[in-house]
């Protein structure tokens, strides 16, 4: 190989890096409480990304029945650069349990993240119906309540929150009820 082509690979390795780095563009964006939630539905998958400032756990939940129940939660840290995200189900109205402890399957994968100037960001993708009984089936249509939370600065998904919220939205036009 020569010089100029090992340049140019060099270039294309150093722009593929940054686009995943970057994540999905997303299509909408809500902010509710200091927790910010921005979302693309890409056929069966719904791309999303989540922030707050808090150097602990930031999370979204999607229909509840009764506060934190029969919701399905996506929670997750980012430590040491390292980012943990986990799927969860409210099992109770004030607890939630993984998918995976109930019998049921982890259905998030992770596409990054980032805990910069006291900010937590994580960007994950979930299947629209994953088929777990422990997921609600998210829709286009109608209305989707989705509950936003933050933690205290401890990489820990053990404290509860110390801001939450509650929005009904469209998912696939944005629009805020
Ligand atoms: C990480 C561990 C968590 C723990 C230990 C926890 C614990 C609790 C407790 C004790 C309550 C009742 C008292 C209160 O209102 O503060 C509660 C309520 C609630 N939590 Fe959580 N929670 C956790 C995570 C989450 C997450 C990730 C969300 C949403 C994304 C969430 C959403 C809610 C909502 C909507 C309520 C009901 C508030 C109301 O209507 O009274 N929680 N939680």
Redesign the pocket.
């Known amino acids: 190989m020569n010089r100029t082509m090992a340049v140019m690979m060099c270039g294309l390795i150093f722009i593929c890096g940054v686009v995943t780095a970057q994540g999905a563009d997303y299509d909408h964006e809500i902010e509710q409480k200091g927790t910010t939630f921005a979302w693309k539905i890409d056929g069966d998958t719904l791309h999303a990304k989540v922030s707050a400032k808090t150097k602990g ?1 930031v ?3 999607f229909n ?1 029945s009764k ?2 129940q029969d ?1 399905n ?1 996506i ?1 997750g840290y980012v430590k040491d650069g390292e980012v943990t995200v986990v799927d969860h189900f409210g099992d109770k109205a ?3 349990s993984s998918d995976e402890e109930l019998g049921g399957t982890s259905d998030v994968t992770v596409v990054g993240g980032s805990e910069e100037g006291g900010v937590t960001t994580i960007e994950f993708t979930i299947p629209m119906d994953s088929g777990d009984k422990y997921d609600s089936v998210l829709s286009k249509d109608g209305d989707t309540v989705v ?3 933050y ?1 205290p600065d401890r990489d820990s ?5 110390k801001n ?1 919220a ?1 929005v009904t939205v469209n998912l696939g036009s944005g629009a805020v009820k």
């Open positions: 756990w999370a979204v939940g509840p506060k934190m919701a939660f929670l004030t607890s939630h509950l936003f939370a933690g998904f053990k404290p509860r929150h939450r509650e």
